[in-house]
Antibody, heavy 121, light 113 residues
Framework: QVQLVESGGGVVQPGRSLRLSCAASGFTFTSYAMHWVRQAPGKGLEWVALKSYDGSNEFYADSVKGRFTISRDNSKNTLYLQMNSLRAEDAAVYYC??????????????WGQGTMVSVSS | DIVMTQSPDSLAVSLGERATINCKSSQSVLYTSNNQNYLAWYQQKPGQPPKLLIYWASTRESGVPDRFSGSGSGTDFTLTISSLQAEDVAVYFCQQYYDDPYTFGQGTKLEIK
């Protein structure tokens, strides 16, 4: 079945780095744009980043621009989020989500279960 | 950035009654070239990821019960649950996917009265 499984979350000190992964299965990964979305504890949803289906384009929320990098390895059906210079306000559950089409301008139709990132000294 | 504002923040409705959640965007999310509203609704239950309910403002995702419906155009949108069931207790989010950043509303918590 169509599935997204995130991994890589954990507790990290402020200023340090972490890389999240999202393994996709059950669909043709190369046909879909992919997103990262985060949710701080008890808060709403915040879109983080988008990677186009072929990896040629990427977009970021202002809150992470210059610190986070989204990438994908289409040979491994995996999406990544490299998070550098982490701040307390980056603490959240991070979800990867599939865009229902090849561009970013489509609804998010498949979501992973999320991976928790905590930032604390 | 397009700001999405939902109302109310929380809502308590009796079982079997109608629930209505509103969403307003700070600018139109109607793409005139294809006459589509780039607006989606998601349902999130505790401890679960969001689930897509409605897209293009009024198209129900496959498998979503027909008691859920979406309406509106331009900047004003509504999610309606025609007859509330116990399993509909959740937080509901609207989202625009017209342009990045792909912003969400703050969420509406729906409870049973």
């Amino acid at each position: 079945q169509v599935q997204l499984v995130e991994s890589g979350g954990g507790v990290v000190q402020p200023g340090r780095s972490l890389r999240l992964s999202c393994a996709a299965s059950g669909f043709t990964f190369t046909s879909y744009a992919m997103h990262w979305v985060r949710q701080a504890p008890g808060k709403g949803l915040e879109w983080v980043a988008l990677k186009s289906y072929d990896g040629s384009n990427e977009f970021y929320a202002d809150s992470v621009k210059g610190r986070f990098t989204i990438s994908r390895d289409n040979s491994k059906n995996t999406l990544y989020l490299q998070m550098n210079s982490l701040r307390a306000e980056d603490a959240a559950v991070y979800y990867c989500a599939r865009s229902s089409g090849w561009s970013g301008t489509d609804p998010f139709d498949v979501w992973g279960q999320g991976t928790m990132v905590s930032v604390s000294s | 950035d397009i700001v999405m504002t939902q109302s109310p923040d929380s809502l308590a409705v009796s079982l079997g009654e109608r629930a209505t959640i509103n969403c307003k965007s700070s600018q139109s999310v109607l793409y005139t070239s294809n006459n589509q509203n780039y607006l989606a609704w998601y349902q999130q239950k505790p401890g679960q990821p969001p689930k897509l309910l409605i897209y293009w403002a009024s198209t129900r995702e496959s498998g979503v019960p027909d008691r859920f419906s979406g309406s509106g155009s331009g900047t004003d949108f509504t999610l309606t649950i025609s007859s509330l069931q116990a399993e509909d207790v959740a937080v509901y989010f609207c989202q625009q996917y017209y342009d990045d950043p792909y912003t969400f509303g703050q969420g509406t918590k729906l409870e049973i009265k």
